[in-house]
């Protein structure tokens, strides 16, 4: 079978199957511009940052002259992963803990403790020469590293094009149009497919339902419990469009790019009405002018889906990688950014939100949580073969250009399930890389 999605609905083999989990590493995540990290981790010479995409252990190093370098992180020697932290910095070169063979912070081979007894093995044409391979396609943009590991490929421009707006809009909200990442990622493992996460980033139908309990909780309690004239408190500020109505969602619009990316949040969305950080407008219009300030402010998105695994939130600067683990197992890792220049309330924000809405203690990510793992559940039966995405489906939808639709359209989802079936059958017949 080649026919996952016929233009409403999606099979259930999408998000159980293991076998089609091994070749959407190969077809989808190595075919893609695959989000790494962000160049802040690495500030100095010598820093490195580690990751998986499409199951291939990489590292982004940020070298002497400041450039950043992504190594597959795997020793030529024996295979060793030889950068197993997290975080770190290398010092003036890379060693592997294995046989102490050495490498330039780009990869190149430097050294191999007794050489003189390779001397007679002409090591030169030996793979093992070419030291820890660099990722030959690697984009930094505006501070966001990105990687496409097969080595020919769609360009970075033509993947992303007009959706690189979600990414500028954050940076510009930095009165110096700088981003830093603060801490470490809140990690949350999911039993359930990656696409089941990626599927409810422009879900608008659920918040009102399956957040009842706790956000619509926390909103009756204050509601109850308040005088009404004081303002509200932060966290019910971020609480409460998780309750807006079907009607508020529809208005604020969904825009969808071609290659499967796609935001909720056009017109209006629900980070438009916190309230003004004392201070802010002002540095923004110094930096920007009353204009362009207006504008950037004004550009609300709610959910940006950066296919295939990566969304951002840039009024509220967190950033979230879906990583698939297996077919029923994920990690979400959510990351925060504070916006340099700005005022420090802003990071509390980011912070505030980010341990109410992604933390695995949050309330909210539970409702979410149980969704997908009672989904992945659910489709064992054999009732039914197919997950239904047809609402507001047009019979003409196209899937090549730039569109908005009404918010409680899943036209985004259609794009991504459209993008993941192109890449699956142009790169099915490919064998995947070992
Ligand atoms: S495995 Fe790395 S030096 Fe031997
Ligand atoms: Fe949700």
Not at 6 to 34: I, M, P, T, Y
Not at 74 to 101: D, Q, S, T
Not at 349 to 357: A, D, E, F, G, W
């Amino acid at each position: 079978m080649d026919n996952y999605f016929n233009g409403r609905e999606v099979h259930k083999s999408l998000f159980l199957h293991q076998q089609l989990f091994e070749q959407e590493q190969h077809s989808v995540f190595a075919a893609s511009w695959c989000y790494v990290g962000h160049d802040s981790l690495i500030p100095q010479p010598g820093d490195f940052f580690t990751t998986d995409i499409a199951q291939q252990p990489l590292a982004m190093v940020r070298q002497k002259n400041g450039e950043i370098v992504v190594l597959h992180n795997r020793c030529p020697h024996k295979g060793v992963k030889v950068l197993a932290e997290p975080r770190g910095n290398v010092g003036r070169f890379i060693r592997c803990p294995y046989h102490a063979w050495t490498f330039k912070t780009d990869g190149e081979l430097l050294s191999i403790p007794v050489k003189k007894e390779y001397d007679d093995c002409d090591l030169s044409t030996c793979s093992a020469h070419r030291g820890m391979q660099a990722v030959a396609a690697v984009e930094n943009y505006r501070g966001f590293v990105f990687v496409r590991l097969q080595a020919e490929g769609i360009d970075f421009n033509t993947f992303f094009g007009e959706s690189l707006s979600t990414l500028d809009n954050m940076v510009l909200r930095s009165p110096l149009g700088q981003l830093r990442i603060v801490g470490q990622p809140l990690l949350h493992r999911h039993r359930c497919n990656w696409k089941m996460v990626v599927d409810n980033q422009t879900d608008t139908c659920h918040p009102m339902i399956a957040h009842e309990s706790s956000a619509g909780e926390a909103i009756r309690l204050w509601k109850e419990t308040s005088d009404q004239t004081s303002p509200s408190p932060m966290v019910v500020e971020l609480f409460s469009p998780f309750m807006a109505s079907y009607e508020f969602f529809a208005n604020m619009g969904i825009r969808t790019w071609p290659n499967g990316h796609g935001h909720t949040g056009v017109s209006n969305s629900i980070h438009k009405a916190y309230a003004d950080i004392p201070g802010y407008w002002d540095l923004m219009v110094h930096s920007y002018g009353e204009r362009q300030a207006t504008e950037i402010l004004e550009d609300t998105r709610h959910n940006t889906v950066y296919f295939p695994n990566l969304m951002v939130k840039g009024p509220i600067q967190t950033l979230r990688v879906i990583k698939p683990i297996s077919a029923q197992e994920t990690v979400v890792e959510s990351w925060i950014f504070e916006l340099l220049g700005a005022p420090i309330q802003l990071l509390e924000r980011t912070v505030q939100y980010n341990n109410l809405i992604n933390s695995p203690c949050s309330m909210v990510a539970h409702d979410d949580v149980e969704m997908y793992e009672r989904a992945t559940e659910g489709l064992r039966s054999h009732a039914n073969e197919w997950v239904n995405v047809a609402r507001l489906f047009e019979s003409n939808e196209s899937y090549e250009r730039t569109q908005v639709v009404s918010g409680t359209s899943e036209m985004a989802m259609r794009n991504f399930y459209n993008s993941w079936q192109h890449l699956m059958r142009e790169n099915h017949a490919t064998p995947p890389e070992q």
